[in-house]
């Protein structure tokens, strides 16, 4: 009797302990330390296109009018600037000169990308980014959001339980994630 209490006392102060560092301080690196991802064996344009034709068979993925359904990766140049200007003159002259050194974050390296499942009357927020290997995209689920209020979201692996979550991220890797490489593969197949 002494043991199976002491077994069950560790058993939950483990599983106390566990659930308080995933949704108090999450992964330790970077700007989304508590997003789901999936890396993709398939290069981002390919994941994007398969994102795109999705929408074309359900157009519920389209996200409301205020919101940008797959964004544009920022470069990280200012064009209009002086040192951007004075490239563009050198470069008329000199095909070989040197871009000049850019502004890297990792906002810089996302395209985000936001789904919608209208019978749920939920907004996913989402994002790709190329890893090195281009044959390889992650693709991460960060939060979702009730569509008659986007700006109240939770985010994934910390703002639900854990059962409730590991519900999110296997509805969300079956209803997206399954679907986005069954769409590569078959724009595979097709040679798309």
């Known amino acids: 009797m002494v043991i199976s209490w002491c077994n069950l006392s560790l058993f939950l102060f483990s599983f106390g302990a566990n659930e ?4 108090k301080i999450g992964g330790f690196a970077g700007s989304y330390p508590f997003v789901e991802y999936w890396d993709i064996q398939a ?12 929408n074309k068979v359900n157009p519920n993925f389209q996200p409301p009018n205020n919101f940008e359904f797959i964004s544009k990766r920022d470069t990280g140049y200012i064009w209009t600037s002086y040192e951007m200007k004075e490239y563009l003159e050198k470069l008329k002259t000199d095909s070989l000169t040197p871009l000049p050194k850019k502004m890297t974050t990792a906002l810089r390296l996302l395209v985000y990308v936001n789904l919608v499942l209208s019978r749920h009357k939920r907004n996913l927020n989402t994002w790709t980014r190329p890893e090195f290997n281009s044959s390889v995209t992650t693709f991460a689920f960060v939060s979702l959001s009730s569509l008659d209020n986007q700006t109240e979201y939770r985010l994934i692996n910390r703002d639900f339980w854990y059962i409730a979550n590991k519900r999110q991220i296997n ?9 986005i490489q069954e769409q590569i593969d078959k724009n595979r197949k097709s040679g798309t």
């Open 20 to 23: 308080f560092l995933r949704r």
């Open 43 to 54: 290069s981002e344009e390919e994941v994007i296109a398969a994102i795109k034709e999705l």
């Open 171 to 179: 509805k969300f890797k079956r209803t997206i994630v399954d679907k």
